[in-house]
């Protein structure tokens, strides 16, 4: 294993880990089991436990996680994390370090999503949501980056323009 993703170690693997996507380590793709297009459950860890994390690429388990793959066939990163989050907004409530979110628990819990009117899972509708965020998060970024010029703008003109002092 390594902690560096590498052409050796490119397999990420899962486990207790709050954030990074809940990858803390790379293993060998010829040494794990891996899927892809799945969704990562934290089942333990104290600051972890109930973080769903989406996987499109191909993951493993190291420990105290699980992969949960869909039924329906996902096609789509932005779906996968549509999933995730609806997952999350339940494990998160429901689990904590004294009450683990293994895979027997859960399985129980109800999990709401768009669905078509011929009731299948609505992935169109997850995916247009997903792009809507996103281009609402780069909106909120370029706001902040002209912020920041036209501070330094400021800050620099107001400087240009003082006298020298000798």
Request: hydrophobic share 40%.
């Amino acid at each position: 294993m390594s902690k560096v993703h590498t052409a050796e170690f490119n397999l990420p693997l899962v486990n207790a880990k709050h954030g990074n996507n809940g990858v803390m380590y790379y293993g060998r793709k010829t040494e794990w089991e891996f899927c892809p297009m799945t969704i990562d459950v934290v089942a333990d860890g104290a600051a972890s436990v109930g973080d769903v994390y989406a996987q499109p690429q191909d993951t493993g388990v190291l420990y105290n996680a699980y992969l949960i793959k869909p039924v329906a066939k996902v096609k789509s990163t932005e779906a996968l994390l549509y999933m995730a989050k609806c997952i999350e907004r339940v494990t998160k409530k429901q689990f904590s370090y004294d009450n683990k979110a293994t895979w027997n628990k859960v399985k129980l819990c109800e999990i709401s999503l768009p669905v078509t009117l011929s009731g299948e899972p609505d992935f169109d509708y997850m995916e247009r949501y997903i792009r809507a965020i996103e281009k609402l998060a780069i909106a909120d970024v370029v706001k902040y980056k002209n912020a920041v010029i036209e501070a330094t703008q400021q800050v620099v003109g107001s400087s240009s323009s003082s006298p020298a002092h000798s």
